[in-house]
Antibody, heavy 126, light 107 residues
């Protein structure tokens, strides 16, 4: 059974940094692309970032480009999201999610999120 | 970037009613359209992938279809456990996007 167990999150001041982790089990981790999706309070789902199975390819939403970094340690079956220069509008529940393919190829990869972590709340406030 | 316009934003229907949720893409996305069901306090669940492939664990009263850049999620007979928010998501390029969501309640 695929399981994604998240850790990290919490209260952080504007301008601060935080790291989220997502430990995967029940799958060959390096064989799947992974992603982060967030939900701000009272808002809908927002895709944040995606990383290929090898970690060589990464993609970001415009709202986080240059401030967030997605990475993975396939030896530890763990996904990370490093968040810098945090803003109040980054306050959200952050979910890690698994994709069904190892690479992200436009109009070829399936690109859906078939397994999700339990979520981690990040609150950016002074 | 591809924009997804979902409607309605909310609806209230009776048990047994047929419910239809629509999603329109701002450009061609072929069949790279997925639907999720999200209940408060829980992680979203993949409901339908590639327009019409129903995920295991979900009943056959859920179905999806497409016409050009318009996509539809249909619940043929609404049940109490179907409440929550439904989101469409396009996965055509490398920058993904969700619709705004449709909150479904029981009347």
């Amino acid at each position: 059974e695929v399981q994604l167990l998240q850790s990290g999150g919490g209260l952080i001041q504007p301008g601060g940094s935080l790291r989220l982790s997502c430990a995967a089990s029940g799958l060959t981790f390096r064989s799947y692309a992974m992603a982060w999706v967030r939900q701000a309070p009272g808002k809908g789902l927002e895709w944040v970032s995606t990383i290929s199975g090898s970690g060589s390819d990464t993609y970001y939403a415009d709202s986080v480009q240059g401030r967030f970094t997605i990475s993975r340690d396939n030896s530890r079956s763990t996904l990370y999201l490093y968040m810098h220069n945090l803003r109040a509008e980054d306050t959200a529940i952050y979910y890690c999610a698994k994709l069904p393919d190892v690479v992200i190829v436009p109009a070829a990869s399936r690109g859906y999120f078939d397994y999700w972590g339990q979520g981690a709340l990040v609150t950016v406030s002074s | 970037d591809i924009q997804m316009t979902q409607s309605p934003s909310s609806l209230s229907a009776s048990v047994g009613d047929r419910v239809i949720i629509t999603c329109r893409a701002s450009q061609n996305i072929d069949y790279y359209l997925n639907w999720y069901h999200h209940k408060p306090g829980k992680a979203p669940q993949l409901l339908i992938s590639a327009v019409s492939t129903l995920e295991s664990g979900f009943p056959s009263r859920f179905s999806g279809s497409a016409s050009g850049t318009d996509f539809t999620l249909t619940i043929s007979s609404l049940q109490p456990e179907d409440v929550g928010t439904y989101y469409c998501q396009q996965s055509y390029g490398t920058s993904y996007s969700f619709g705004q969501g449709t909150k479904v309640e029981i009347k």
